[in-house]
C-alpha cells in the first residue's frame, strides 16, 4: 500500500535566508543603480556639451551647411563642426551617447541577481514539484515525470583558508510530455542536505511513480532523512 501523499503546500529549505536575501537585494540593487547611472550619464553630458556647442554662434548648424561640401567650408567652420559630431552627429546617438550602452549590461546583472535573491524558491503540493528561478517558475508532477539524479559542485567555506570544493546530489525531473523539466538541489544554503521531513515529502510524492529510476530515487531519499548526519555503521 502506497504512503498517503501531503496535499497541503511543502516549502523546500530552497533559496536564501531573510538575511542573506536582503544582502543579495541590495547587493543586485546596487548594481542595477551604477548600471543605469553609468547609461544616463553620458546622455546629460552629451545634452550639456551640445547646448554649450549650440550657444556659440560663430558654428552654424548642420542645417545651415547641409549639401556643402566639407572642403569647401573656411577651416573654422570644419573645426567647430568636428568639434560637434564627435559627441552628437544630430542624427543619431553619437560617441558619447554610445558608451553609456555599456552601463546596460550592469543594469540587467543587478535586477537579475536582486531577482534572483528575491524569488528563489521551490515547494511540492501532492505530487506537484514547483522550482521558480529569477524569471521562470516550472512545474512538474513527480508522480508521472522521468526522475534522475544528478550533482551540482558549491564551495563552503568561501575566501578563507578552509574553502573547499563540494558535490551535493540534486532530483532532476523531466515532464514526458512536454519536455520541460526542474532540478531540485537536495541541499540548502549552509545545509549538507535539506530537513528529514522535506526528504521525506519528496520520496512520498514520488511514491506514485511506477518507474523503476524514479522508485530508486524515493528509496536513496528517505535513506538520507534516516541517516541526516551522514553517520556509517560498523
Known amino acids: 500500500m502506497l504512503p498517503a501523499v501531503i496535499s497541503a503546500r511543502q516549502r523546500l529549505s530552497i533559496g536564501s535566508p531573510p538575511v542573506q536575501k536582503a544582502f543579495g537585494v541590495g547587493f543586485g540593487g546596487f548594481f542595477a543603480v551604477a548600471g543605469a547611472a553609468f547609461a544616463l550619464l553620458p546622455l546629460v553630458v552629451d545634452g550639456w556639451l551640445q547646448n554649450a556647442f549650440g550657444a556659440d554662434e560663430s558654428c552654424p548648424t548642420s542645417s545651415e551647411i547641409s549639401g556643402i561640401p566639407p572642403e569647401l567650408l573656411p577651416p573654422s567652420v570644419r573645426e567647430c563642426v568636428s568639434n560637434g559630431s564627435w559627441f552628437n552627429d544630430g542624427d543619431g546617438f553619437g560617441a558619447m551617447r554610445l558608451i553609456g550602452l555599456l552601463g546596460i549590461p550592469f543594469l540587467l546583472i543587478g535586477v537579475y541577481l536582486a531577482l534572483s535573491a528575491l524569488r528563489t524558491a521551490a515547494w511540492l503540493e501532492g505530487t506537484k514539484a514547483t522550482v521558480r528561478g529569477a524569471v521562470r517558475t516550472r512545474t512538474v ?8 539524479a544528478g550533482a551540482t559542485t558549491y564551495r563552503r567555506n568561501r575566501d578563507t583558508t578552509r574553502e573547499s ?12 510530455a512536454t519536455g520541460r523539466g526542474i532540478t531540485i538541489p537536495l541541499h540548502g544554503v ?4 535539506l530537513p528529514p521531513p522535506e526528504l521525506r515529502a519528496l520520496a512520498e510524492a514520488l511514491s506514485p511513480n511506477q518507474d523503476r529510476d524514479a522508485r530508486n530515487v524515493a528509496a536513496q531519499l528517505r535513506a538520507m532523512a534516516d541517516n541526516p548526519l551522514g553517520l556509517t555503521s560498523r
Do not use: F, S, V
Open 141 to 148: 508532477d513527480l508522480a508521472t515525470a522521468t526522475i534522475t
Open 165 to 176: 570544493t563540494e558535490q551535493a546530489p540534486t532530483l532532476i525531473a523531466k515532464d514526458p
Open 190 to 193: 549552509g545545509m549538507a542536505q
